[in-house]
T-cell receptor, first 113, second 114 residues
Framework: AQSVTQPDIHITVSEGASLELRCNYS??????LFWYVQSPGQGLQLLLK??????LVQGIKGFEAEFKRSQSSFNLRKPSVHGSDAAEYFC???????????FGQGTTLQVKP | DAGITQSPRYKITETGRQVTLMCHQT?????MFWYRQDLGHGLRLIYY???????DKGEVPDGYVVSRSKTENFPLTLESATRSQTSVYFC?????????????FGPGTRLTVL
């Protein structure tokens, strides 16, 4: 069965430090992978997505993610975190030809000044 | 306003009451989705719709009813609300049912069932 695991429920980093949020997926075919961000009280916004080609994907707000098929991972990175990055981050995999997404449990990012 | 909207944004109700959450999108997207967000579970799909008058169950459909008489609207009804349905509900849409298509999310409805 398709699934997505985000091992870290909560992460705290200092402003200016680098960030890596982990995501592991289970999917039989070529996965379509997404990272969404949810700011407090808001809906979800797409940060980036991978569906083919270059395994290093650039997104909005200075985020990038790397698809590693051998590790079934799609980790999200940012070289220098800002206070405005404090939010909840969701990794998701596209499930079949229905447009459905399967989400991980989410990682809450706290940024220390 | 263009985009996807949800109403109400906040709702408090009592056990056993019927509640309808509204979702409206202006893009004429074919696919629409309802998710619930609970701590420790991420977002779980309740129902989705591929077009007007076509709906299907997601992962957690029990206790919910949907309809889609018009492309732009996708209401979610809790026929007899229970405390376990206290959650934040998100509506989303996408143009086509391809796995690589981005979904666009509404701002959410926070529902409390007392």
């Amino acid at each position: 069965a398709q699934s997505v695991t985000q091992p870290d429920i909560h992460i705290t980093v200092s402003e200016g430090a680098s960030l890596e949020l982990r995501c592991n997926y289970s999917y039989g075919a070529t996965p379509y992978l997404f990272w969404y961000v949810q700011s407090p009280g808001q809906g979800l916004q797409l940060l980036l997505k991978y569906f083919s080609g270059d395994t290093l994907v650039q997104g909005i707000k200075g985020f990038e993610a790397e698809f590693k098929r051998s590790q079934s991972s799609f980790n999200l990175r940012k070289p220098s975190v800002h206070g405005s990055d404090a939010a909840e981050y969701f990794c998701a995999v596209g499930a079949g030809n229905t447009g459905k997404l399967i989400f991980g449990q989410g990682t809450t990012l706290q940024v220390k000044p | 306003d263009a985009g996807i909207t949800q109403s109400p944004r906040y709702k408090i109700t009592e056990t056993g009451r019927q509640v309808t959450l509204m979702c409206h999108q202006t893009w004429s997207h074919s696919y629409m989705f309802w998710y619930r967000q609970d701590l420790g579970h991420g977002l779980r799909l309740i129902y989705y719709s591929a077009a007007a008058d076509i709906t299907d169950k997601g992962e957690v459909p029990d206790g919910y009813v949907v309809s889609r008489s018009k492309t732009e609207n996708f209401p979610l009804t809790l026929e007899s609300a229970t405390r376990s349905q206290t959650s934040v509900y998100f509506c989303a849409s996408t143009e086509r049912g391809f796995s690589y298509n981005e979904q666009f999310f509404g701002p959410g409805t926070r529902l409390t069932v007392l």
